[in-house]
């Protein structure tokens, strides 16, 4: 089998690759990727040599590109990660957002009509289903949510969705559609809220909370959303959605402060800052249907997980070092300079 992971090179997709490669030793992988700020070549550093992998640069929106590489790899699977992934930069710039998010599933969903594939997975997030109350703690998104979008990264997000099931209905195209909440390890950008968090104790920077800090997230270890997009390539029923998430909610304090205690740092470095506009309040997955309908469970709990997460940031500081010291700067000026 050969399978086409876009985005490979950013994070939950380069975890994807690792993960695919240790478990089907006999299957071919292609990661297709852009390389934008968010991508790199090192994330994949210790499968470039492995004689399964191969990696192919491009954008997915790039049309002559993609039915190239289509015509000549043959793909029976893809798996689309490719996206531009943050809320706040979605804020400021929310063009190439609908470019790749939408335009580029676009472009996918047609190479995968034309040339044929047995499986399309669009790799989607429960911010399509908009946010829930904070004092309503019984309530969960479930598949059947309807979609209610807040910000331009999640309106882009839903669009793709919608052009997935869409190509499913009109071209019985072969599709299904995971929809997972906010994932956390190793090879995180640090935009993101743990490893921004985890970047800024180490060098005793203050850590930017956004409100008061009460807005909660629902963790997954990266290698449990893995796991559950594998099983639903291989197992789910086409043109269904699944929701993924392991009931793991915190505040995003209660996260920074757990950061904090893991690396002895003070609490004093708290800075509450200006809220993002139009700020989600909270995420909550209901995974009843893929816990009962494929047998998925996460297995990483978040004390565990964030632990094994602080480790491997601690030991990979060259990583970190290499992001933070290039263009990052300016895009942190940008986003809290004057927060
Ligand atoms: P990321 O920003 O770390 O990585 C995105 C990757 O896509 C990068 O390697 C980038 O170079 C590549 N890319 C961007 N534009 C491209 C283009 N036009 N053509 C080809 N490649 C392009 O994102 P991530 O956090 O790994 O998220 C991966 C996917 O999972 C996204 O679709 C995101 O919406 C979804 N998702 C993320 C989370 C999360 O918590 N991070 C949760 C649920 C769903
Ligand atoms: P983020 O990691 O950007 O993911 P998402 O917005 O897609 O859920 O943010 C997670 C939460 O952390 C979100 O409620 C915003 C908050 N946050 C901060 O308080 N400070 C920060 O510097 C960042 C990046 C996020």
New binding site residues.
């Given amino acids: 089998m050969k399978t086409i992971i876009t985005g490979g090179a950013g994070f939950i997709g380069s975890n994807y690759v690792y993960y695919m490669l240790e478990r089907y030793p006999d299957e071919q992988f292609i990661c297709v990727d852009k390389l934008t700020y968010a991508g790199s070549l090192e994330n994949l550093e210790a499968a470039l040599n492995n004689e399964n992998f191969k990696f192919i640069k491009g954008d997915i929106a790039d049309r002559d590109l993609m039915y190239r590489i289509f015509k000549e790899e043959k793909p029976d699977v893809i798996i689309n990660f490719a996206a531009e992934s ?3 930069r979605s804020v400021v710039d929310p063009d190439i957002f609908l470019q790749t998010n939408i335009i580029g599933t676009g472009v996918l969903l047609d190479a995968c009509r034309i040339y044929g594939i047995t499986r399309f997975h669009q790799v989607s997030t429960d ?1 399509v289903y908009g946010d829930l109350p904070l004092d309503r703690p019984d309530l969960f998104f479930t598949e059947e949510t309807p979609i209610h979008t807040s910000s331009p990264y999640s309106a882009s997000k839903a669009s793709a969705d919608l052009l997935v099931l869409a190509y499913h209905r009109t071209f019985k195209l072969p599709v299904t559609i995971s929809r997972c909440s ?1 994932n956390y390890g190793p090879y995180q950008f640090p ?4 490893p ?1 968090m985890i970047a800024n104790a180490l060098k005793d920077k203050q850590l ?3 409100g008061k ?1 009460e ?1 909660v ?1 629902d963790w997954l270890y990266v290698k449990d959303h893995c796991e559950a997009i594998d099983l639903i390539v291989r197992k789910g029923t086409v043109g269904e959605v699944y929701n993924i998430g392991g009931h793991n909610e915190r505040t ?1 304090l209660e996260v920074v402060k757990i950061i904090l205690k893991e690396l002895g740092k003070s609490e004093d470095l708290i800075s509450f800052v200006t809220d ?1 506009p139009g ?2 309040r909270r ?1 909550a997955i209901d995974p009843t249907k893929i816990s009962n309908g494929l047998g998925w469970r996460p297995t990483t709990l978040f004390d565990e997980g964030i632990k094994m997460t602080i480790k491997w940031y601690l030991d990979n500081e060259a990583w970190l070092q290499n992001i933070i010291s290039g263009d990052y700067q300016k895009y942190y000026e940008r986003m809290y300079g004057s927060r």
């Fill in positions: 943050h809320v706040d911010e906010n935009e993101k809220l743990i921004l930017p909370v956004y800090g807005n997230r995003n993002r700020h989600d995420y």
